[in-house]
């Protein structure tokens, strides 16, 4: 066997292989690379972005969190006071309804006593009316024209004392 065989076709299809290796191995090995980092790139550049964006979104329900307490004290605050303002309310309305009863009482016990005095002067304009129509009655009844002539007599007599 010969130590290199020149003039066989396989070995200088298996050199020529080798050498093509070689030559291309180091530009095929760059673009290999540079894909490699070029993708390398884009995921760190990915998960930059993703970063970026859960870093946002935990900002943002932070706000979030924040204006539900905000909205939520808000809302308590503007409870208690319409709860103190119906209490206000209904006090304002219990005292307007007590004076409300205590003026009508009082007009009552007016009316009351204004129509006992009215019955009370109209018992006694009665009276009066029939005492005097009994009196007339029982002086024309027992009145003498003597009896008559002598009381006149006498008030006339009386007269003077009762002017002086």
């Known amino acids: 066997m010969s130590a290199l065989p020149l003039n066989d076709p396989k070995f200088w299809v298996a050199v020529s292989f080798l050498l093509f290796l070689v030559v291309a191995w180091k530009p095929l090995i760059l673009r290999i690379v540079r894909l490699l980092d070029a993708r390398a790139e884009r995921i760190r550049a990915e998960i930059a972005e993703a970063e970026r964006l859960r870093a946002e979104a935990e900002a943002l329900l ?53 129509a006992e005095a009215e019955a009370a002067a109209s018992i006694r304009a009665k009276a009066a009316d029939l ?6 009655r029982l002086v024309a009844e027992h009145l003498t024209p003597e009896r008559h002539a002598a009381l006149i007599g006498r008030a006339i007599e009386d007269l003077p004392q009762k002017l002086h």
Do not use: F, G, P, S
């Open 62 to 114: 932070r706000d979030a969190k924040a204006k539900h307490e905000a909205a939520r004290a808000e809302a308590e605050a503007v409870l208690a006071h319409a709860r103190e303002e119906a209490e206000r309310v209904a006090r304002e309305l219990a005292e307007a309804t007590a004076a409300a009863m205590a003026r009508r009482e009082k007009m009552a016990l007016d009316r009351i006593a204004a």
């Open 131 to 136: 005492a005097v129509a009994a009196t007339k």
